[in-house]
């Protein structure tokens, strides 16, 4: 064992003041995506689609690729198709739509909100159709056809207009404006194989399609990779807002139309000796580079910011099976990981100045693939993983975000510089509400050891004058609470549970309180409570009046 896992008990007094605003406590947390938009029509993943509907007082964003490729509807690893656009022996173009009608009829069933990422090219309209899929993973010089620019931007243009018409017509004009309509994914790197400016034209054309069909749809993008200082991805972001503020629609000759800015952030885990170590700051550092960005176009100050993948790492089909550095995916490590990068995401969300409205988590479900086999995911065949329960937790909390205070936290702008390495992160991210407060509390560490669990000591103080008793609950992501993936372990890591079994760890799967709710009394306007907190756990502590 790395010599990181020793060390006393450590003491860590949080302070959190219920009277001291720092701003809404905006729901980023209510944002997933995944590669396999035909896994939404499986039956796990129509499950998963209500869990997520379920969490969250607030509406649930849903993003997917390969919404308009070209296939047979069949999922693989990195892959999926709708085959919506084809075209007839005289080059005319024809429209199916009954595999994109049962991924976004499943929305609707689950009651979530799509965010349209209008992608990738459909085969009959790529300028290089051929090969057009090659099953993943693909081979350094391997090119698709679906990445490639269309043969003709007036019929792209027109597919994003058809798309957005039937989905109008089939949901309602009202509902499909409250959707996200994102043009592409990274067209920053092999995702799209044309050059910035071709992609501005792409994004001309789609969202003049979106427009026209529904005029007051949201419409924005890049969906660029992370940025750093002086990158690749950040040069495209700035050139894309450049076209967006100052150039002139290649559909229409007009504006640029751009409704919210998306980009991506994303963390580096390595394996350093005998564990994983997470890379949080790259993560962070992502998030910090590009809101600079934006911040350099005022008239995009009060534009929506959408990460719209944000996470450990870059590919969630990649298991740690394969790739041993995603073995944080199944255990505490993901959700404390999670958390962290949660209050830190807020904090620079007020440093900068920017209007973060999500935080989008690229992990959903895989199907026909071993039970904990290490893929990004919220669940495993059905069953619940840990990560899943921290969004359970930030959905129990609302209102304002409120000031707090840890002895044992570790400085932003030391997590921006080297990550989580030396002490842990004991820290807090509260809210205050009507008639309710929350504080979610995690001991986090960047390196996947054993280490000594904290002594918390919280007090909450500032409650409304009325409050004389309060209800706490105390809910657990720990070893023992709110964790399928350690009852799995003690049964024998079975791949062929039982139904007793199953049910016992579907059971387990859910979000836990660590003990019964409490009633307690308010002294001099303050609650204490004391706690342990292990190592890579996260609590949250519920009180109602």
Not at 14 to 27: I, N
Not at 194 to 201: D, M, R, W
Not at 322 to 339: D, E, I
Not at 431 to 452: C, E, F, K, L, R
Request: a negative charge; glycine letters at 8%; hydrophobic letters at 40%.
């Amino acid at each position: 064992m790395s010599g990181l896992a020793c060390g006393a008990q450590i003491q860590a007094r949080v302070s959190v003041d219920l009277a001291a605003s720092e701003g809404p406590y905006t729901p980023i947390y209510s944002w997933f995506g995944y590669d396999e938009s035909n896994y939404t029509t499986t039956k796990n993943g129509q499950a998963l689609l209500r869990e997520l509907h379920d969490l969250s007082p607030v509406p649930v964003h849903i993003r997917a690729h390969f919404l308009l490729a070209s296939g047979n509807g069949k999922p693989e690893l990195k892959w999926s198709s709708s085959n919506v656009y084809t075209e007839d022996a005289k080059g005319n173009p024809v429209y199916s739509w009954t595999i994109l009608d049962g991924i976004f009829d499943a929305y609707a069933a689950a009651g979530v909100r799509p965010m349209v990422e209008l992608g990738f090219m459909p085969e009959a309209l790529s300028s290089h159709p051929e090969p057009y899929h090659i099953p993943w993973p693909t081979k350094p010089g391997d090119v698709e056809g679906w990445s490639f620019p269309p043969k003709d931007y007036a019929r792209w243009g027109e597919l994003a207009y058809q798309v957005a018409a039937h989905m109008a017509a089939r949901y309602g004009k009202d509902t499909v404006a409250t959707w996200y309509w994102e043009v592409w994914n990274e067209p920053d790197i092999f995702y799209w194989r044309g050059t910035q400016e071709e992609y501005n034209k792409l994004y001309d054309y789609a969202v003049a399609g979106v427009k026209k069909a529904i005029p007051n749809a949201r419409v924005g993008g890049p969906a660029t990779t992370g940025p750093v200082p002086g990158s690749h991805s950040g040069q495209f972001l700035e050139a894309f807002l450049l076209h967006c503020a100052n150039g002139k629609s290649a559909a229409t000759g007009g504006p640029v139309p751009l409704d919210f800015i998306s980009f991506h952030a994303k963390g580096s885990p390595i394996i350093v000796g005998d564990h994983v170590q997470m890379g949080l700051n790259h993560e962070l550092e992502n998030a910090a580079t590009g809101f600079e960005i934006v911040r350099k176009f005022p008239q995009f100050a009060k534009l929506p910011v959408i990460l719209s993948e944000a996470d450990p790492e870059g590919c969630a089909a990649c298991s740690s099976r394969k790739y041993p550095h995603n073995a944080y995916r199944n255990g505490t490590l993901y959700p404390s990981y999670t958390a962290t990068a949660m209050k830190a995401l807020f904090e620079l969300k007020d440093r900068y100045q920017v209007d973060l409205i999500g935080m989008l988590t690229w992990a959903f479900e895989f199907e026909d693939q071993p039970y904990f086999d290490g893929f990004r995911a919220l669940s495993t065949n059905g069953i619940d993983k840990p990560v899943l329960n921290i969004f359970r937790m930030a959905g129990l909390m609302a209102g304002n975000r409120v000031k707090v205070e840890s002895s044992g936290s570790v400085p932003l702008d030391d997590i921006l510089k080297t990550g989580v390495r030396q002490q842990p992160d004991v820290d807090a991210l509260a809210t205050v509400g009507n008639g309710q407060a929350a504080v979610m509390i995690w001991n986090y560490h960047d390196d996947d050891v054993a280490g000594p669990s904290a002594d918390v000591d919280l007090q909450v103080k500032g409650f409304a004058a009325a409050a004389h008793r309060v209800l706490v609950e105390h809910y657990g992501i720990d070893d023992t609470h709110s964790n399928a993936y350690s009852a799995w372990k003690r049964m024998g890591s079975p791949q062929d549970p039982t139904p007793e079994q199953y049910a016992q760890l579907q059971a387990a799967g859910g979000l836990q309180l660590e003990g019964p709710p409490q009633w307690m009394d308010v002294n001099s306007d303050s609650v204490r409570l004391n706690f342990s907190l292990p190592r890579q756990a996260v609590s949250l502590v519920r009180f109602s009046w």
